[in-house]
């Protein structure tokens, strides 16, 4: 897929939300996951949606389920979940 070009039904991640939550860089992550660092940049961007394999890796580095990780359907902002358990 042309990285410039984005996919036509979007695929939501919070990549960049858990890379910032363990204080590690693109190119940390990119490296546990055998890719390049641009191709991180592009998922968290939404210029690029990741194939199956590495959307699996990505959720094995997180130690979390795919669907906590990517979404069809944009993520609520994580503030949402807490400000409402009062």
């Given at each position: ?18 890379r ?7 190119a940390?992550?990119?490296a ?25 890796r ?18 609520e902002p ?9």
């Amino acid at each position: 897929m042309n990285p410039k070009k984005r996919p036509t039904i979007p695929i939501f991640n919070r990549v960049r939300l858990l890379r910032a939550e363990r204080d590690m860089t693109r190119a940390q992550l990119a490296a546990r996951v055998d890719v390049n660092p641009q191709t991180i940049g592009a998922l968290e961007r939404g210029d690029h949606s990741p194939s199956l394999d590495l959307a699996m890796r990505i959720c094995e580095v997180f130690e979390l389920p795919v669907e906590a990780v990517f979404s069809r359907k944009q993520f609520e902002p994580m503030s949402t979940h807490i400000y409402n358990q009062g």
